[in-house]
């Protein structure tokens, strides 16, 4: 993975500004407030294909590239990779626009890549085949 230059040309899934609030002990923005993005922008992709409600059920893989800032534009770009009987892979990019108060406002980054898991579940919470699209 390498950091990339430009915002991909696809429609973002998921984009906000994180807040000082969202920071670590460092200051940086905490990797469980992007995980926990991330997982919303998975989720999202995955239900809009399943055509209804779905659960995480695994972190396949989380790399994290580069920290993310404070009033960075957080970008969240999540993909539908593989499709089974009852589950759904979802791989997700997360991009900077790095903010004003950057050194180098304006630049973008690749900064997370993810690829998760979710399972199609019906009303009861249960197993649910994902329809044919």
């Known amino acids: 993975m390498t950091n990339q230059t430009q915002l991909p040309s696809r429609h973002a899934t998921l984009r906000l500004v994180p807040m000082p609030k969202d920071t670590n002990a460092g200051g940086d923005i905490f990797g469980g407030w992007i995980m926990s993005q991330v997982d ?9 294909r399943a055509k209804g409600r779905v ?11 580069a920290p993310v ?3 960075d534009l957080v970008s969240f770009y999540a993909d ?22 950057s050194p180098k406002p304006g630049e973008v980054v690749k900064v997370t890549e993810a690829v998760l898991t ?16």
């Open 40 to 48: 919303i922008a998975g989720s999202i992709a995955a239900s809009r």
């Open 55 to 65: 659960t995480t059920v695994a972190v396949n893989a989380f790399h994290f590239v």
């Open 69 to 71: 800032f404070v009033n």
């Open 80 to 101: 539908v990779i593989k499709i089974g009987t009852t589950s759904l892979t979802v791989n997700v990019e997360v991009y900077v626009e790095r903010g004003l108060r």
């Open 118 to 133: 979710y399972v199609a579940v019906d009303e009861q919470r249960q197993k649910r085949p994902v329809p044919p699209e």
